[in-house]
């Protein structure tokens, strides 16, 4: 599982952690299977992960990566099986923008809220990534529409459909 660069990526910015570096962990046990393990390089990258992970109390815990010389040892050790592993993705993966990580742009509570209100109808977590890529969109359309005027300021007139 080790990384050329490092232990492991980062959950949040995926920048290594380097071997013998202290990193962070959720104290969920939902955020640390051994499956989807989270693991997080500093204190604001742990704080990123929890506005979709709807923890009622949660906190970062300390830990130290392995030193370079255990963590090959331990993946000597695993089962060929279980070094297997098979990906399935239902859409490309999003390529991150130069400025950053894509982060939410959708407030949560807002949009359940919302929803419930509306419906009465419950909103999954996982919808929050696919609304912030449409309000993405929006804007990069509006901000084209703004500077086809020569204006430096998004307008109402600006948003597509509007």
């Known amino acids: 599982m ?12 995926k920048k290594p952690i ?11 046990s939902t955020c640390n299977r051994k499956s989807a393990a989270l693991v997080f390089c500093s204190l604001p990258c742990w704080e990123v992960h929890l506005p979709t ?20 040892q331990a993946a000597a050790k695993e089962p060929a099986e279980s070094k297997r592993r098979t990906v399935v993705r239902s859409a490309p993966p999003r390529q991150p923008e130069a400025g950053g990580p894509q982060e939410i742009l959708i407030v949560a509570s807002r949009l359940k809220e919302y929803v419930h209100k ?15 890529d449409i309000v993405r969109r929006v804007c990069d359309e509006a901000i084209r529409n703004a500077a086809k005027e020569g204006r430096k300021t998004i307008l109402d007139r600006d948003i597509p459909g509007h």
């Open 2 to 13: 080790a990384e050329e660069n490092g232990w492991r990526l980062c959950s949040a910015c």
């Open 18 to 28: 380097e071997f013998g570096a202290i990193y962070w962990i959720c104290n969920v």
């Open 118 to 132: 509306r419906s009465g109808f419950n909103t999954s977590d996982r919808v929050l990534d696919p609304l912030s």
């Open 53 to 72: 992970a709807r923890h009622r109390e949660a906190w970062a815990e300390e830990r130290r990566a392995p030193r370079r010389s255990a963590a090959a």
